[in-house]
């Protein structure tokens, strides 16, 4: 384009040249010989720069668009770059997540376990001492009921022999009563007999 400007500019320089060489003639049919090239000289200009602006806007929009592409392929990648370090992260703290449950569900298992074997020695003691409390209330029990059943058989035999001993003495004061009663029977017939 710069050599082209440059010849319209030589053009243009020859073209006064001649002008001021051809002075003599006629102003009019000088003005309009040039009139003609002029315009169809500033029609071509104004064509190439048309056409420059064009290519240059399309250059500039092939540009853009092939940046464009570029950019969306560098989002795209980044994108899933990103994705897929979110989804290693996700999964690795999935993954820990598991194992610390696991740990803790293992812990758990094993202190329900301990306790469970220390409630089952607990029960175990517990009834054992049961047991002996029974055994040992048993045979105290039948200890008591023996002791009360010999009480009560002494208290028995006791009251027995003395309620007997009362009778004897009773029957025996009695017998006496009754033979002191003969013995004035028979002095009272005695006495009747006289």
């Not at 400007?5 to 006064?16: A, E, M, P, T």
């Not at 758990?108 to 607990?122: A, E, H, V, Y």
């Not at 022999?161 to 002191?180: D, H, P, T, V």
């Amino acid at each position: 384009m710069r050599g082209w400007f440059y010849g319209y500019s030589n053009c243009n320089f020859i073209n006064s040249n001649s002008s001021v060489a051809d002075n003599h003639h006629s102003k009019t049919k000088n003005s309009v010989d040039l009139e003609k090239p002029l315009r169809n000289l500033s029609q071509s200009l104004e064509d190439r720069v048309n056409n420059i602006i064009k290519d240059e806007m399309l250059r500039n929009r092939e540009e853009l668009n092939k940046n464009s592409s570029q950019n969306r392929i560098e989002i795209a990648q980044s994108i899933k770059s990103l994705t897929d370090s979110l989804n290693t992260q996700i999964t690795n703290i999935g993954n820990m997540q598991n194992k610390q449950i696991e740990v803790v569900s293992n812990q758990l298992i094993d202190f329900l376990k301990k306790n469970q074997d220390g409630l089952d020695r607990i029960r175990q003691s517990v009834e054992e001492k049961l047991t002996q409390i029974q055994n040992d209330n048993n045979i105290k029990l039948e200890e008591m009921r023996r002791t009360v059943d010999e009480k009560l058989h002494s208290t028995l035999e006791n009251r027995l022999s003395q309620s007997f001993q009362n009778i004897s003495e009773r029957l025996e004061a009695l017998y006496k009563q009754l033979g002191e009663i003969q013995s004035l029977t028979t002095g009272v017939n005695d006495l009747k007999g006289h």
